[in-house]
């Protein structure tokens, strides 16, 4: 079993900054990508950003150059550092972890935390 907690969400003007951070625990040794999502009320779940065990990472082209993720291997925590942020990046935003094989994976998510940006 993996538990997935993300905290770090909260209100700020547009411009400001805010850092997300999520922690996994349990059975963790098989995870091999994490990643950070985001979905506004009555829209699908986007991706954000990802990196896996390798330290790949991939952005989605609205967060280029303002978000920063990483990972804590150690504390088995993944962060999402995020500047000058808009009020299009309102939204929950979701951890994912994931363990994947050959054949299947299987993925855990967090409850998500909410990133509210005011113009």
């Known amino acids: 079993q993996v538990q997935v907690v993300e905290s770090g969400g909260g209100s700020v003007q547009a411009g400001g900054s805010l850092r997300l951070s999520c922690v996994v625990s349990g059975t963790t040794s098989s995870i091999n990508v994490m990643a950070w999502y985001r979905q506004v009320l009555g829209k699908e779940r986007e991706l954000v950003a990802n990196i896996n065990s390798g330290g790949s990472i991939n952005y989605a082209d609205s967060v280029k150059g303002r978000f920063t993720i990483s990972r804590d291997h150690a504390q088995n925590t993944l962060f999402l550092e995020m500047k000058d942020l808009k009020p299009e990046d309102t939204a929950v935003y979701y951890c994912?972890?994931?363990?994947?094989?050959?054949?299947?994976?299987?993925?855990?998510w967090g409850q998500g935390t909410q990133v509210t940006v005011s113009s």
């Open positions: 994912k972890a994931t363990s994947s094989w050959p054949t299947y994976a299987l993925s855990y």
